[in-house]
């Protein structure tokens, strides 16, 4: 008998596009549980894509890599919302007064996706470049729309980026709080963005870096 050679065949057209979006979407299911990234290992992804671990490098060289693309479309699906709902507004305020709206909004509708971008405990990636982390097109989003409202509200003692991560994190921590501690008597969410981008706006206290 001759000796038979056992190869792997080859995807038909189009299979390899179709398993690597496979991957993609069960990376973005497990991250919407996962307490931190290194829960969405291959071995895991594979098994929630019905695949077999060998197949994983056949579309990507590694999990980061993978996590990269995942977290890139997120981002990208949520800057879209943000950029829609600022499109036409009427100022610079009422544009900022939107965006958090929308974020506020995108949050709300999407929590297994905002989890999955806010909320799992990430790695240090000091080989990578701050510039290419997924969520800086939508950082830089931000800072482009609080630069122009603290022009706009006579604000010229800030430096944007500090201004920009500083109500990053208080929007955030309405989201977060209204969701955990739904017992809580909240005043109405329009009324705390309000609250909170008046505030932000009229901050007695600079927001320049300390010299």
Not at 85 to 105: G, K
Not at 123 to 143: C, E, K, N, S
Not at 173 to 186: E, K, M, S, T
Request: hydrophobic share 45%; with cysteine; proline share 7%.
């Amino acid at each position: 008998m001759s000796e038979q050679r056992l190869t792997r065949a080859r995807n038909r057209r189009g299979e390899g596009t179709k398993l690597r979006s496979e991957l993609i979407e069960a990376a973005r299911r497990l991250l919407t549980t996962a307490e931190h990234e290194s829960e969405v290992s291959i071995r895991a992804v594979t098994r929630a894509a019905g695949t077999a671990p060998q197949s994983f490098y056949l579309q990507f060289a590694n999990i980061e890599e993978l996590l990269q693309e995942v977290y890139a479309l997120e981002f990208q699906l949520q800057r879209e919302a943000l950029l829609a709902a600022t499109a036409d507004a009427s100022d610079p305020i009422a544009a900022l007064r939107a965006l958090c709206r929308a974020y506020y909004d995108y949050a709300q509708q999407y929590p297994g996706r905002y989890r999955a971008m806010t909320a799992v405990r990430g790695r240090a990636h000091d080989a990578l470049d701050p510039a290419q982390f997924p969520g800086m097109p939508i950082f830089a989003l931000t800072v482009t729309a609080v630069d122009a409202a603290l022009a706009a509200a006579g604000r010229h003692d800030t430096n944007p980026h500090t201004a920009t991560a500083s109500l990053w994190a208080w929007l955030h921590g309405i989201i977060v709080l209204r969701a955990d501690r739904p017992a809580f008597p909240w005043p109405p969410a329009d009324d705390m963005l309000d609250g909170m981008i008046a505030h932000f706006l009229a901050a007695p206290y600079p927001l320049l870096p300390s010299q």
